[in-house]
């Protein structure tokens, strides 16, 4: 392997960091969840040394937030914070699909994951319909081919989830965006990725709305 290649690769605590932050996407930890730095540690079969900076990085992310004497603990998303993650969502995702090219290979990812979120709705698996939209949304910001974007929408993606975690409703969010989600990938695939782009920011108006809704109705 050359030299160039040894140096792209991943460091160990990049890679940790990297599977936590899976672990908040897709729903394994909740919101003010408090993290054992024993079991973490046993389970990912790592130093303590080693998810030490993995704590130190998703901290910098606002993923997780240290608490002196008492641990490390995974974010609790405000009002203020959830208005931005959707500004930043419309302006990323809605230019990703306005310029993109109907047979993109993540047009597939896209269409697997609205079939997975047929599955899993079927199933009553709302948890997984929240995971596969998730995977629906970071696809589409793949259409841009952009590596810098598809790493800031991952760490956009953790945050997004730990509001819906906090809503603890998921049928209630994620089970009217399955068809939207399909008629968003019908347009493009038809040719037409100006309406698609205008359906998907129509459709995170709508979830904003719904999300903020329910994020007061709890006090937050």
């Known amino acids: 392997m050359k030299k160039d290649s040894l140096d792209n690769l991943p460091t160990l605590g990049e890679t940790i960091t990297a599977e936590i932050r899976r672990k908040l996407v897709e729903g394994e930890l909740a919101p003010g969840q408090r993290l054992s730095e024993a079991a973490l540690s046993e389970s990912l079969k790592i130093s303590r040394n080693t998810l030490r900076e993995a704590f130190r990085m998703l901290t910098h992310e606002g993923l997780l937030r240290h608490e002196p004497n008492r641990g490390v ?24 699909l306005s310029q993109a090219y109907p047979k993109h290979p993540a047009v597939e990812r896209m269409r697997e994951s609205v079939a997975v979120a047929m599955r899993c709705a079927e199933a009553q698996d709302w948890g997984g319909v929240g995971t596969a939209n998730m995977a629906f949304h970071a696809a589409i910001v793949e259409l841009a081919d952009s590596p810098r974007l598809n790493t800031f929408y991952a760490h956009l993606s953790a945050e997004l989830r730990l509001v819906f975690g906090l809503l603890n409703d998921p049928e209630f969010i994620h089970a009217p965006y399955i068809d939207m989600n399909t008629a968003i990938l019908q347009r493009l695939v038809a040719g037409r990725p100006a309406e698609a782009a205008a359906a998907l920011e129509a459709y995170l108006v709508q979830s904003e709305r719904t999300v903020l809704a329910a994020y007061a109705r709890r006090g937050g």
Do not use: K, L, N, T
């Open 73 to 96: 603990f995974v974010a609790v998303p405000d009002m203020g914070s959830i208005i931005d993650i959707y500004r930043a969502r419309r302006f990323v995702e809605c230019q990703a």
